[in-house]
């Protein structure tokens, strides 16, 4: 089964008088579809973008892994734990929440920032928060996530190239820029796909593009 999600069809969020614009591809804080919670491990895909000085002030997590991707701009992140890191294009930030952990999110750079977070349920709750940045993550080297059963792959590709979407119980792709191409679908940034009990998917670019996919062990 293969099921197509439009970006303009996701719910808008956040606060525009705040500079916090916010797409949710599933039913998050204040809009709610009891058809529409999860897939998979995942919970939330939102398509953040931060005005310069606007953020997410002081708030908390729980049992709860939460993937951050850069798109533009800096993300300046800080955590319960005493973590302080400032988050660029090409790293990937991974927060566990674990048993409960307070963070903040701000944009505190001079230009709009541009993220997608994505949250996943863990396999087992509890545990002690823990905090990973990987720069500069490599087409090449997925970045595993255990505590949800689940990898996640980047894919950069240029004209025409193709690249094969995993065989896995449950796969979901976001485009994060550039237009592919899955079988008949064509996907455009903020497109999402979710797969299921599918095998031999390709993604083939139509110019160059950005892809996030989710291999998802149930």
């Known amino acids: 089964m293969i099921s197509v999600h439009r ?7 956040g606060d525009q008088d705040a500079g916090i614009l916010s797409r949710h591809a599933f039913s998050f804080g204040s ?6 919670l999860r897939f ?9 973008r931060l005005a310069p000085g606007a953020g997410f002030e002081e708030h908390p997590h729980s049992h709860t892994e939460i993937v951050t991707w850069v798109v533009e ?5 800080r955590d319960s734990t005493g973590h302080a890191t400032v988050v660029r294009p090409g ?5 566990s929440a674990a048993s409960g952990v307070r963070h903040v999110e701000r944009n505190d750079g001079d230009d709009p920032l541009t993220f997608v977070q994505m949250w996943l349920a863990p396999l087992e709750p509890g545990g002690e928060p823990s905090y990973t940045i990987v720069p500069g993550v490599a087409d090449s080297t997925p ?3 255990p505590a949800a059963g689940a990898m996640l792959h980047v894919r950069r590709l240029g004209a025409g190239e193709r690249a094969a979407v995993p065989n896995a119980a449950r796969v979901y792709v976001h485009v994060v820029a550039g237009g592919v191409r899955i079988g008949d679908e064509e996907l455009e ?5 979710r797969i299921t009990g599918e095998e031999g998917l390709e993604l083939v670019a139509a110019g160059t593009a950005e892809v996030l996919i989710w291999e998802l062990s149930a």
């Open 7 to 13: 970006a303009e069809d996701r719910f808008l969020g």
């Open 31 to 36: 809009f709610y579809d009891p058809d529409n």
């Open 40 to 48: 998979g491990a995942i919970l939330a895909c939102n398509a953040e």
């Open 73 to 77: 701009g800096e993300l300046t992140h």
């Open 91 to 95: 790293d990937l930030q991974h927060l």
């Open 143 to 145: 970045y595993a996530l």
């Open 189 to 193: 940034p903020g497109d999402s796909v």
